[in-house]
């Protein structure tokens, strides 16, 4: 009489399980209590939430340095929970049951609040689908020996003994013999863009090149300082792989990409032009203060501000007012001491803040003798309740709190420059070399692409009239400041020196212009041998609309 095969998955052992749990020792105390659902293990007390979640974690690593490797005969110990410990509860039924699979490890599950950490025997598959779940071990392949062998069981081949068996099916019949040729892996399929690029993509070298693509991009991801330059040639190169990927296939998302990625490229290319000074061919590489066109922008934004909300006249009162507005620009007040204004070249600061205060344009808490006399240990807040926010939460300016101390830092580099400050420097010298500092082209020359700036602008911004502009641009250029300046009835042009580029704020580049049968491409610049002929021939340059 023969007896019945006995199924090796009924041999095998439930999967370990225990808990560590930190609960409160009681109410009105900072105490915990620890608790382990090992028998052997005692209960701890101890005064504080973090001296007990570290004495758990250390309990529970005690537990793994102490515990038997993964048992690969052991069944997956979520098969007593029917896996809805690690799948969600949505309410409806599942169309197919749960497959457990791969090598039986141990994974250690712990809640978002860390109230308590949980080590299970299960597979792979289920230990990746648990939420925080983290493998501390892993079990080997089993082998013949690690089964008991029945009188039953001898019958069957002795191969299929160790062959791995899961919770979620039962084997009834003899198990085929595992193949000694181990089971052939198809690579990891490549990606670029976060799209899968086929393996059977055809012309290959389209496909050679987008698989070097995602390499390049992941390996530029990884780089501790960026490379604009390099990028933009990625970007460049990405949309023509794009674009022929597109051609290939007729899919109209790929060239959507491509399009994207010229524009990317487009976008890291001027900046790097910007960031380099409009020098791309081995020239000097200018590290601005401000270092991107939005902060530009924004610096201009302010400038053109004051120009009209300055309560006073003259220089004076508009540096002092440009002054106080970046300090209090983001919710209406900010500190202040006396350093920050008796430093501008006031001719009578402590007059200016009276003036100040007497119209309501400045608030203070003492005086302006307090105000001029304060040190920065015990620096002195001011309010400006014009810059207060509205009721809709909105100021005047756009930009956040963040980057109102980078304007004001920045203001603060130009106007206490040392050559101004050696110079002796008016305020309304330091005016103007604020106003030109935000009115060049990327390489210093002054208006956009580099044909001066308009005079009716200037005077907007800065009030003086053209036998005082004349000494003020004299100034400047005795302090290292400019150079190859010219006044005109119309312009003011000339370039920042190359020790200042770094505080300037370039205006962005003029459309292209036509010229007989040359082109000027977007961003070409009149180099400063252009300037000097047009100034020695008495040719004028043509003249751009003020974008400022």
Known sequence: MTQPAVSELDERVP?????VRLDAAGRGSTAVRISCSRPACAEQRLPSAAEGRAAAVAHIKAHLRAAPAPRATAYCACRLADCRAHLPDTGRPRTEPWRCGGPVVLAVVTDREARWWQVMECCSRCAAATPGATTAATSQPPTATDHPTSPASSTLPAAGAGAPQFSDHQATGPFPAPSSVPARRRPPQAKIAQRLIPHDLQPVVLRDELIELGDLF????????PDLELLADLQERKAR?????????????????ARRAEQAAATAR??????TGGITD??????????????????RSVLAYVAEHAPLPGPDARLLVLVLTLRTAHTGTGNVVGQDLTGLGLADPQDLVEHLTGCGWLTLPGTAGDLLASRPENATPVT??????????????TFGKKMRPKLSGWAQKVISDKKLRKAKATSAARLLALTLATQTSASGWLGSGGHGIDRSALAALVPADTCELEHLVDQLTAADWLTDAALTYTHLTGQLTE???????????PPPVLSGDTRMGSGTELSPGHHGQARRTGRKAPR?????
């Open 544 to 548: 751009q609309a003020d974008h400022s």
């Open 282 to 299: 081995g020239g000097p590489t200018v590290d601005r203060l401000l270092s991107v066109a939005g902060q530009w922008e924004h610096a």
């Open 15 to 19: 999967g370990r399980r225990w808990t």
């Open 499 to 509: 020790r200042v580029l770094p505080l300037s704020c370039p205006l962005s580049a």
């Open 384 to 397: 400006v309740p014009s810059l207060a926010p509205g009721e809709d939460g909105t100021g005047p300016f």
């Open 270 to 275: 001027a900046q790097h032009q910007q960031h």
């Open 218 to 225: 992941r390996a530029y991801q990884q780089r501790d300082q």
């Open 241 to 257: 792989a794009f674009t022929t990927w597109a051609d290939v296939t007729s899919q109209g998302h790929l060239r959507w990409e």
